[in-house]
């Protein structure tokens, strides 16, 4: 009898057991859905393109709002170099945090004032090469955008491919230039090279307030028989343009500092400096 009653009890402290771990399982799945869940959620309000303003004519097809935590590489990377951008810029463009990140669901591209590699600052170019590149479409980004002498934001396009050739055969899409040392004054503008570096484009100046003050929202429409620029919602330049605007292009983002444009900062230039991009999205005409 001893015998059979202790096999009965450890048959009951094994069943005990089972139950007592078939609960907390259950526990912890339950608890694991409900974190999946918030995640989703989460997710769905970083990117709330159902509530996304709509724009008559044009359809939604990619955007970044910059609700993350971190900036999304599979829509953006880096180009890492002090090459000078063709301008002879004074800054070296780096991956690092410290030049480029998201601070409360904007995208920051810092501009600062170091010795790197040659280079008297350092700052960051980002692109969509790869990740995001459309043939025509509405591009729009709002920003607001750095002051002071030598800075030099831009939100602007270049070919993929480069079937035509190199730049400028290929062409150049700049959606939004402003120059620190005017912030009332937006350029868009498009570069060509047949037969030679061609350009066409115009400006939009502030009624009131600058560009460094507050968010503006910066587009250009493309198709097949040119382009639109518009600053804020006005409408403000228009040009005829098909090839070499009939192939892919990618997205940029950048703040460079001096060259041949802008001209070098001078004492009156206060570091850091910084872009803030609020959001940048893309779309097609509706059909």
Request: negative net charge.
């Amino acid at each position: 009898m001893s015998k059979h009653k202790s096999e009965l009890r450890t048959m009951k402290i094994v069943v005990r057991t089972t139950v007592l771990v078939l609960i907390l399982t259950a526990f912890w799945v339950l608890d694991g859905m409900s974190c999946m869940s918030d995640s989703a959620a989460t997710r769905i309000a970083q990117t709330p393109t159902d509530s996304l303003p709509a724009v008559p004519g044009w359809t939604l097809v990619w955007n970044d709002e910059f609700s993350g935590p971190m900036i999304d590489s599979t829509k953006w990377g880096w180009e890492v170099n002090g090459d000078g951008g063709g301008n002879n810029e004074l800054q070296y463009y780096t991956a690092s945090s410290l030049n480029s990140f998201i601070e409360d669901g904007k995208l920051v591209i810092r501009a600062i004032k170091e010795n790197y590699l040659g280079k008297q600052y350092t700052s960051a170019r980002m692109r969509t090469k790869n990740k995001g590149d459309w043939k025509y479409g509405r591009f729009e980004a709002r920003m607001k955008l750095p002051l002071g002498k030598g800075m030099w934001p831009a939100f602007w396009m270049l070919p993929t491919d480069w079937v035509y050739g190199g730049w400028p055969l290929s062409g150049e899409i700049d959606v939004m230039e402003v120059l620190g040392h005017e912030t009332t004054i937006t350029y868009g503008t498009i570069h060509w090279g047949a037969p030679y570096h061609q350009q066409s484009g115009g400006t939009d100046t502030l009624t009131s307030g600058t560009f460094a003050d507050s968010y503006h929202t910066f587009a250009t429409e493309w198709d097949s028989t040119g382009f639109k620029w518009y600053a804020d919602g006005i409408h403000f330049f228009s040009t005829s343009m098909g090839s070499p605007f009939d192939q892919r292009f990618h997205i940029l983002l950048n703040l460079a500092i001096g060259g041949n444009w802008p001209g070098s900062p001078d004492a009156s230039t206060v570091f850091p400096q910084m872009m803030y991009v609020d959001y940048v999205r893309v779309y097609r005409k509706a059909n």
